[in-house]
């Protein structure tokens, strides 16, 4: 029978732990990894109506887009609205697993799933400028395996579809252990030569301090030499945002439409002229209204996203680039049918069932 980690870890594969932004908190928000699961409900935020309706379906897994759990917890009065909703998910064995950030980025994730549903082709990263670094260290020859595998496994090597990826080639070192070394090799006083390699990889640049204390614990030598170089990271790697082009140009009045037809959106929100044509789409589901400052009329006609504010509309009219806002819960809702597919082609039915929320709705009401 599956388990909690079974399912979560299956999720962790399209949406890696390590692409989550700093600031978010994806991944197990609740509940026992150990626990066995045959229903599992999925949703975009984890509400009251939400988890009632993960408990009165007897699922033990409630899968969500947004954390449950945001900030630190100092303390869990279960008096306040979300502490009775851990307390009573805990009580009932609900298991809570959020795939936030990690998922918005991720290749295949959240982002390239609404350019798919848009039908955009030559879909890219928005940006190219994401932090990456490269490694090189210097090692004894007898070592270099060691090291190797210590640094894939901290999240070094990772390039596209691609892990365990690096570079070495032989060479020879030197150095002379001074007073109060502890060489690894050599004497104190005597100039050593050394058979070494040189050994390359590259990193997310968010993963430094984990890559170079797991260099450091695996390096036999004392004072590891090594150098830091920061690149400009492939456009193709994971990002927050997508730019893609239609098939052939349409109208803005006709891409709403087709905004309609795919979102839903109980409001839809846009700034340009409906006869203006639109071939070249940027967007990032949920609030990417940040990305609008760096709008670039020459690469996109439009960008599609949600909670757009006023300046940063502006700013984007006077670029001259068309934006429309459906909304963060619209562009988002589509985080179940994503999950929810992935999962049902992950596992056999018999095994698991997989059910979208019903009472998954966003906050805002229509007056």
């Known amino acids: 029978m599956l388990k909690v980690k079974d399912i979560t870890a299956r999720i962790q594969e399209l949406a890696p732990p390590e692409a989550a932004m700093d600031w978010d908190n994806s991944g197990l928000q609740l509940g026992n990894l150990e626990e066995q699961v045959t229903r ?3 949703a975009v935020e984890p509400t009251e109506k939400v988890v009632l309706e993960a408990l009165e379906k007897n699922c033990q897994l409630l899968i969500v887009h947004h954390p449950l759990i945001f900030q630190g917890l100092k303390s869990l009065n279960l008096a306040e609205p979300r502490g009775s909703l851990i307390g009573r998910a805990l009580k009932n064995d609900l298991a809570v697993f959020a795939a936030h950030t990690n998922l918005d980025q991720a290749r295949w994730g959240l982002n390239d799933f609404l350019a798919d549903k848009l039908e955009l082709e030559e879909v890219e990263n928005l940006q190219t400028g994401l932090k990456q670094e490269k490694l090189v260290v210097f090692l004894p020859r007898d070592s270099l395996k060691e090291v190797q595998q210590a640094l894939f496994s901290a999240g070094a090597g990772e390039i596209g579809n691609y892990s365990e990826a690096s570079f070495f080639t ?12 502890s060489p690894a090799v050599g004497q104190q006083g005597k100039r050593e030569e050394v058979e070494e390699y040189r050994l390359e990889v590259l990193y997310q640049n968010r993963d430094r301090s984990r890559i170079i204390d797991s260099l450091k614990e695996a390096h036999p030598y004392e004072e590891p030499a090594y150098d830091i170089f920061a690149l400009e990271q492939h456009q193709n790697e994971p990002q927050p945002a997508r730019l893609g082009r239609l098939t052939e140009p349409v109208s803005l009045e006709k891409f709403l ?17 409906l006869t203006r044509r639109i071939g070249r789409i940027g967007l990032a589901c949920g609030s ?6 760096e709008a670039d009329p020459k690469r996109m006609d439009l960008f599609l996203t949600g909670d757009v504010k006023y300046h940063e509309l502006l700013a984007a009219r006077e670029k ?10 619209a562009t988002e809702k589509i985080f179940r049918e994503l999950i929810a597919g992935y999962l ?7 095994e698991l069932e997989v059910v979208e929320a019903s009472r998954d709705e966003s906050p805002w009401q229509l007056a």
């Open 257 to 273: 439409q087709r905004v309609k037809r795919v979102l839903s959106p109980s409001v839809l929100r846009y700034s340009g002229s």
């Open 344 to 350: 049902s082609d992950s596992f056999p039915a018999r």
């Open 170 to 181: 032989q060479g020879t070192g030197t150095f002379k252990p001074l007073a109060g070394s």
């Open 320 to 329: 001259g680039v068309a934006v429309v806002d459906a909304g963060h819960f």
């Open 40 to 42: 599992v409900l999925i």
């Open 288 to 293: 990417g209204g940040d990305f609008l400052k």
